[in-house]
């Protein structure tokens, strides 16, 4: 810099380019200096045990190592080469491993019954009088309380359950098989919208239901599968987002597409005209009907990447309602949760936010598959069901762009001009970037019993991030480094 | 200005402003000047000719005079109250007003078999055929000449075809009715795309097609739809633009909705479970099928808006492929037409634009009714059909209200932030501001027999719209000023 620059600098006006706090660029404001504000952020807000962990696993070059980089590619190749298929559907104490008449299975991270939310609570009382195993309410509470039932999360049994997630033994499940992988996921059948067991109901409606989806639709159903044969359910979903669905809280699309590909075929059973009837009819009145689908198909693509050493790709988000719990590919089964967040939700006539229990249910499945909230550009008329503007829905997808590690090539989102969905979230990108995975969701009441009363926008706790990418580098360090271990 | 900045004028660079044509600054700016382009067209392209008959209907505000706002006010908001309303299916000649057995009714303005562009004669031959009056295309062809046949267009009868539009005494035909206004449009069922009828082919598999439709698809569908009751169009509509279609040349969503709306009482009827198979199965594999739904609803919204006095809103534009024509609300049933445009297209693998047909078809009601290439905004996956990109797809809507009088509550784009789509093309802006409306649309091989070849974009002549302004300003002239009369 001359001299005469330098004499500029004061010469001139001043204008202040801030970045980071925006209330140090507010101050200058308010004296009537130029300010430029500049978003920027500390990486890992500036946490130093992150910054540490994050440290040992980048190279000199601020990269992540290359072990790390390749484990990532293998863990989303495995993931974008999955072609979840539904091929039957069956009983869940058929076909679900090691599932037992007293095995109550639920949504979300493991949690015993004294730590259960109100809705997840009321929809093992449902469970256990639908199963026969209790007479009323009451009783019901006494058995899960008592011992003699086993609970165990889904997500351990290649299961996924919306909501309270609850599955028991006697009732149907869709199977969907990944070809590719030749591994299986399983999920109910969707019961609809309002009160049903998996937002915490048990009156004798919600039961009722329940005996006629095992006695009716799940057989008339599985026959017609079997009579058109296995179901690409990666075609159908690539089809809904052309369609405006993102296959979490908006699955109209595809719940049309899957009636009008059944419907020929539902019509040739054996069932007779009235009860292929009634499965139509059911079908068409629940635009949620699809939702399961989508879970199970995610569930079933997401299995195989679980285990994959040095991967810090996401696995597995899930969600007990008292817990967030999240999985990391290379360091397996283990699990890190943090107490379940408040969604930022809409609510249907007589409810706020006050009735609301916390976030629940395994159907984030979608959003770590690269679906629910990370497609929201794919649905923009989903806002008007989980809140927000349209322009802020484009904004969500783009932001996941940023912790994601692959773009999906079959599912294409038009406005974003068929770019690919967001694929993959990177565990040490959520913490440096101190960017949340979006989540679109339904909203259960807080007390058994009641059902659902909303429907919203959530991002999981950073804790869970923060405390598998702990101890993620530690095992990295200790394997890597073994002389070094503390 | 004073004498110092007057002077500065020539130490500075030179930065050029150039309005209107961009050649003139390109000249400039390959002599090394700065220019800025201003998109700037003189007011009707500075035809003297449209100039004076917009300053006829103006008063000294600029403004449109009070009797034709008012008009244009009664016009659309007729189109905005129609009620679009499946009532049932039947026979042309039971129902179609005048129908006779040897009477054609065609797609577009009036036009004799000599002018007939190609499709439309392979439609009529195939029409003949099927209604027994000829034994194969000669015969059929001969007799197409003779003056034993009469043709007409849909648009005198209460109907709408796609492409050649053909409608023959024996075809089922949908029954629209708006139940606003209690008027009725008809619209024959759509057979797919491919070689079929309406792009002018004729084979004996078009011909069996037919026939099945008369027999199986037309009776079974009726029946379902009396079971059912009248189904709200608008309803579903509103619904498929919240799905990516925008029910001219996409409407899988709204064929969709369809099928899942009457599936249940498919299966009701007396048809037995193979015929109701077949039809599902026809419907499922025809995503086009509920485009002639959508075209009657779009005719019968608009009829009752045809004849106000002083109305300058469009009530029709139709193409029969030798002539694109338009009619005027305040101007009856006069057609004004023009040489059928070419439409800029994506081809099927084996046919190129040399193959094409122009512009044919009624299925421009749907954009005349702020559908179909209106409502593009609402459909960015179809320019993987038709052509273009996505932006594109979002600016066509967005120009298009600029010509067009309301902006339907309705009917809704969830990407424009669920704006209403642009509706009533209002005839002196298209002029004024020599924005054309956008359509898209099939393409037709040019020779009869053959069928579909591809999918494009078009705008109609502006010479329908100068001569419709000029008449237009004559009679009112005429009306306002009769002494004055040339």
């Known amino acids: ?6 004499s500029n600098l004061f010469q001139n006006d001043l204008v202040v380019v801030n970045m980071g706090l925006a209330s140090f660029g507010e101050n200058l404001r308010r004296t009537g200096t130029r300010v430029v504000q ?11 045990e992150m910054l540490a962990a994050l440290d040992l696993l980048r190279g000199t070059d601020g990269e992540l190592l290359p072990e790390i980089t390749t484990a990532n590619t293998e863990a989303v190749s495995r993931l974008l080469k999955a072609r979840p298929t539904i091929t039957g559907i069956g009983r ?21 019954w004294e730590r259960m939310c109100g809705p997840m609570r009321g929809a093992v009382i449902g469970g256990l009088i639908y199963e026969g195993l ?34 028991t033994a006697s009732m149907p499940v869709w199977i969907v098989e990944n070809t590719t992988f030749q591994n299986r996921a399983y999920s109910t059948l969707n019961e609809g919208l309002g009160k049903v067991l998996r937002y915490g109901a048990y009156s004798d409606e919600v039961i009722q239901r329940l005996r006629w989806m095992e006695r009716v639709l799940a057989p008339v159903l599985a026959e017609a599968i079997a009579l058109h044969g296995p179901i690409d359910l990666v075609n159908l979903i690539a089809q809904a987002l052309q369609m405006g669905d993102e296959v979490h809280n908006r699955n109209r699309a595809a719940t049309s597409l899957l009636i009008r590909e059944l419907a020929p075929h539902l019509v040739s059973t054996k069932a007779g005209a009235d009860k292929v009837a009634e499965v139509l009819r059911f079908m068409h009145t ?14 079933s693509a997401l299995d195989p990447t679980l285990g994959i050493a040095n991967s810090t790709m996401i696995s597995t988000m899930a969600r007990n309602g008292t817990d967030f719990g999240i999985r990391v590919s290379g360091l397996g089964n283990r699990w890190f949760t943090a107490s379940s967040p408040k969604v930022d939700g809409l609510y249907l006539p007589g409810f706020s936010e006050a009735d609301a229990a916390p976030d629940i249910g395994d159907s984030v499945i979608t959003e770590t598959a690269g679906l629910g909230g990370f497609a929201m550009a794919a649905a923009p008329a989903i806002v008007q069901f989980v809140g927000g503007n349209v322009s802020r ?48 969701t339904g909203i259960a009441h807080r007390e058994p019993g009641i059902g659902m009363v909303g429907a919203g926008l ?26 070094e271990k503390r």
Chains 1, 2 share one sequence.
């Not at 810099?1 to 330098?6: D, E, I, L, P, S």
């Not at 869940?92 to 015993?112: R, T, Y």
């Not at 974003?416 to 101190?434: Q, Y």
């Not at 095992?475 to 480094?481: D, E, H």
Request: hydrophobic share 40%; charged share 20%; aromatic share 6%.
């Open 1 to 6: 810099m001359n001299t005469g620059a330098r």
């Open 38 to 48: 500049v978003d920027w952020r500390p990486e890992a807000r500036g946490n130093p």
């Open 92 to 112: 869940a104490i058929d076909l679900i491993p090691e599932m037992k008449k007293n095995l109550v299975l639920h949504a979300g991270p493991p949690v015993s």
């Open 134 to 167: 209790a007479k009323n309410p009451d009783e019901a509470a006494s058995l899960a309380a008592s011992g003699r039932i086993a609970f165990d999360p889904c997500h351990h049994h290649q299961s996924v359950g919306p909501m309270a997630g609850v599955i």
């Open 286 to 299: 629940n635009d949620h009907f699809f939702l399961n689908l989508s879970m199970a198909a995610c569930k």
């Open 393 to 440: 829905a484009l904004a969500f997808t783009r932001d996941m762009y940023e912790i994601t590690l692959a773009e999906n090539p079959a599912y294409r989102i038009p406005t974003l001009d068929f770019r690919g969905t967001p694929t993959g979230i990177e565990l040490t990108r959520v913490v440096a970037e101190g960017i949340l995975p979006v989540v679109n």
């Open 458 to 483: 959530v991002r999981p706790p950073m804790a869970c991030f923060e405390a598998a990418l702990q101890a993620f580098s530690k095992t990295f360090r200790n394997v890597t480094n073994p002389q």
